[in-house]
């Protein structure tokens, strides 16, 4: 999708501060495959809980990659959690997933990606985040609109 996008649809420099190197694409990969095999783990019994911390981060990647309204990609290039869940949804049918983000600032593109998914009762998205030396919880209901 992104390798077909024309210039006229891609960000301007000046709002992304993602940058590619040689590797990148592939450590991109790497880390979106191994929330999906933790969760292929533990769903098939192979071990009870499973911790992913990986790199690049992901929760700054939204549906169709970057936020159009984003100043910031957070060096986001997969939502890797979003992908852990919805294998978990798609690959092995659970009925129900609750995605729990804490950081620093928002997930905005997890929280795009959880609008976006045509079966919101079984997605569900929670934030706490701190901004400017306040605590905010932002609760996203699995809605769309």
Do not use: W
Not at 70 to 91: D, M, T
Not at 97 to 117: L, P, S
């Amino acid at each position: 999708l992104l390798l077909r996008q024309n210039t006229a649809e891609v960000k301007s420099d000046e709002y992304c501060d993602t940058s590619f190197s040689v590797g990148s694409l592939n450590a991109a990969r790497r880390a979106a495959g191994a929330v999906a095999d933790a969760v292929d783990k533990v769903l098939l019994g192979r071990y009870r809980n499973a911790f992913c911390l990986v790199r690049p981060p992901g929760h700054h990647a939204g549906y169709r990659g970057l936020l159009d309204d984003g100043k910031s990609c957070g060096f986001c290039i997969f939502n890797n959690v979003a992908a852990g869940a919805l294998h978990a949804l798609e690959v092995h049918r659970v009925e129900r997933v609750a995605i729990i983000d804490f950081d620093i600032h928002h997930g905005n593109g997890t929280e795009d990606i959880v609008r976006t998914y045509p079966q919101p009762h079984r997605l569900f998205f929670f934030s706490i985040h701190l901004m400017d030396k306040v605590l905010i919880t932002h609760l996203a209901a699995a809605t769309k609109g």
